[in-house]
């Protein structure tokens, strides 16, 4: 098992598996500028980790994060997925208590969200009178008028109203979450990470298959590879397969 801690986020492997937590529950992981350095150089060593799978982040205590700190507000776009920083591989969101703002928008980034039944979803930038814009592509999550309702209001919604909006996948009986999540990251991981990864570039990116040939491309590469083979032959002998990512 590797452990790695920063100051307010520690990041911990355990087979292919990577586990981020948000480490200032004082002040419901609030991100502040240490947090997001910190988020930033665990999501590069993720990506960066060859026997690294699947991520999963959450928060400790009560909260997934309250967003920015406002008392110390800080740039935050290095600290979100997807868009201040590369992360071709799967990540699950396991979300516990507020989940706000820029907290919100790394769970939207996350490409699988499992919630607590006493997660709360927000993002209040229209009241507050601020905005850096990432809130918008939440739509690119959930229709577009039930996204731009959160948006524009600023109200929060329930567990069980994300999930009826597709924005959590499960909700699940509060102090569970992390347990499911690490579940679902451990059946990803028993997967073969190449045809993993293009699912989810395919997936973030319609227009790959639709109007280009990188799709064919990514999709050959992968069942030319070692991994195919294995998947293939371990299917007919009835034994588990072994991927190596090859």
Known sequence: MKAMTEKFVSYEKEGHIVKITLNRPDKLNALNKDMVDSLYTAWQEFEQDKDARVAVITGEGKAFSAGVDIMNPTPVVRSVPGIGVEVTKPIIAAVNGHCVGVGLVIAFMADIRIASEDAIFMYPEAKLGITGGMGSLLAQTIPLGIALEMLLVGDGISAQRGYEIGLANHVVPNGTV?????????????????????????????????????????????????????????????????????
């Not at 028993?190 to 999709?219: E, F, H, W, Y």
């Not at 590469?221 to 990512?245: H, L, N």
């Open 178 to 246: 992390l347990k499911e999540a690490m579940q679902m990251a451990e059946k990803i991981a028993n997967n073969a990470p190449l045809p993993v990864q293009a699912l989810k570039k395919l997936a973030r990116d319609t227009n790959i298959m639709q109007s280009t040939g990188v799709g064919m491309l990514v999709t050959s590469a992968i069942s030319e590879s070692a991994d195919s083979q294995e998947g293939i032959q371990a299917f007919r002998e009835k034994r588990k397969p072994v991927f190596i990512g090859k």
